[in-house]
Each structure stands twice: as structure tokens, then as C-alpha cells.
């Protein structure tokens, strides 16, 4: 047999309660935080779902006063010509 070293490290095997309650504490703090997380991700998608479809909504607002100042400047280039041609005759 190999005399044993005083100095080299030994492996206690012995584990005592509050290894265990700590080892618990800590994997019921990884799986809290992994949830409080999913949570927060799933609010954030619905939040960005919202402000999507609010951008697609405002976007169709804008496209819908555009063709509208479009057909108003024909209408005043219009006007403007028959009372340019109107003040020219008389």
C-alpha cells in the first residue's frame, strides 16, 4: 500500500442539509428567473405585435391623405386654370 499524502485534498461524502436546502433554493431561483423571463418575452411579442399593427394601420392612414391632397391639388389646379381663363374673357 502507498502511504497516504496529509497534504493532498480528500473528498468528503458527506452531505449535510443545507447543501441540499441551498442547492434547492438555487435551481428554484434558475427555474423563477427562466419563467419571470418567458413571461417578460411573451409581453414583449405581444408589445410589438401592437405597435406593428398600429404602424400597418398608420400606415394606411397616411397612404389614404395622400391620394386625397393629391386629388385636392388637381381640383385646385383646375379651379385655378377656369378662373384664370374666366378673369381672361371678360
Known amino acids: 500500500m502507498t502511504p497516504i499524502n496529509s497534504k493532498s485534498w480528500r473528498l468528503d461524502r458527506q452531505i449535510n442539509l443545507s447543501v441540499i436546502v441551498q442547492l434547492v433554493l438555487l435551481a428554484s431561483l434558475i427555474v423563477g428567473s427562466w419563467l419571470?423571463?418567458?413571461?417578460?418575452?411573451?409581453?414583449?411579442?405581444?408589445?410589438?405585435?401592437?405597435?406593428?399593427?398600429?404602424?400597418?394601420?398608420?400606415?394606411?392612414?397616411l397612404e389614404s391623405l395622400w391620394a386625397r391632397s393629391i386629388s385636392h391639388e388637381y381640383r385646385l389646379q383646375t379651379?385655378?386654370?377656369?378662373?384664370a381663363k374666366a378673369t381672361e374673357t371678360h
Do not use: A, C, F, P
Not at 37 to 48: A, F, S
Not at 79 to 83: N, S
Open 36 to 61: 419571470n423571463l418567458q413571461r417578460q418575452l411573451d409581453l414583449l411579442q405581444r408589445d410589438v405585435s401592437m405597435l406593428l399593427q398600429s404602424q400597418i394601420n398608420l400606415q394606411q392612414k
Open 79 to 83: 379651379i385655378e386654370k377656369r378662373t
